[in-house]
């Protein structure tokens, strides 16, 4: 049997996942930690991994509001009644209030996005949906986070993570697999996204189950839509 070869790396910020919150997290990071080492570790591949990969029809939110189309408390109103209640208004507005600068982003990335000829505004379906030719969606927001990383790491999937001995409360480090890979870091962002049509299905919070929760980790954010689907 062959020895196993064990691979260290150090960083100051691992991103754990790279879908397209991944991929995301990794452009946000270079942004706020411009001289910090950044690594983001993907168990398939960047370029098509994660929900989005499949290819989107259309973005589906999008305020309009150099338009006057919707208004951040307009999505705030609808979130509160579509959810029952159940929302963090003071998130939900800070989160609308912020997505249109992201679409232009994208738009200035190269995703074709499809526009009034006259107008120059982005074609909507219902209210907050924008339609768009999303095949490249994801490689276009993983090329963004292959300039923001200093190493990507594709085919390795993360297996547990480490607490730090010396500080309470911290995570410390990780190990991921194909070649056992040890990674010492400052700061964890751990992303998860899954779409799911049915109840027998497990939610995606497993992830903490298999790697956060039993260190004590906190869900600092969940996106969860509910699809009624006939038997």
Known sequence: ????????????????GGGMAGTGATFEARHWGRDLKIVCVEKANIDRSGAVAQGLYAINCYMGMQWDENQPEDHVRYARNDLMGLVREDLGYDMARHVDSTVHMFDEWGLPMM????????????????????????P?????AKKSADKIYNRIMIT??????????????????????????KLLLLQREEHHTSSNQEPWVKVWEELGMHLGAMVLLMHYQLLLVQK
């Not at 049997?1 to 754990?16: F, G, P, Q, R």
């Not at 276009?140 to 963004?144: D, K, L, N, S, Y």
Request: charged share 30%; net charge positive; glycine share 8%.
């Open 1 to 16: 049997m062959a020895k196993v070869k064990t691979h260290y790396e150090e960083c100051d910020i691992l991103v754990v």
């Open 115 to 138: 526009k009034d000829k006259k107008t120059g505004r982005y074609l909507r379906e219902g209210k907050w949906q924008i339609m768009i030719h999303g095949e490249s969606f994801k």
């Open 140 to 144: 276009i927001v993983a090329e963004a």
């Open 160 to 185: 547990h993570l480490l607490m730090d001995e010396s500080k309470e409360n911290r995570v410390g480090g990780a190990v991921g697999l194909v070649t056992i890979t040890f990674f010492v870091l």
